[in-house]
């Protein structure tokens, strides 16, 4: 097979500008009383967690 053209440069990579407002860190939005109740208990299991792990080790 013969090329019958020269080859073409590769197009140049895409660049989406993001406002540095919008790129910070999430916020954690603990509406309703559940959800708060589930993230705290979420929070005392990891730490429960680690000091039976702990204690078993």
Sequence with gaps: M???SPAES???PKQ?????E???GGEIILNTPARRWIF???LA???VLVLVL???R
Excluded at 16 to 20: L, R
């Design 22 to 24: 919008k790129a910070r």
């Design 10 to 12: 590769a197009p140049p």
């Design 45 to 47: 299991g990891a730490v």
């Design 54 to 56: 702990s204690f078993l």
């Design 40 to 42: 705290i208990a979420g």
């Design 16 to 20: 989406d500008v993001y406002p540095a």
């Design 2 to 4: 013969v090329r019958e």
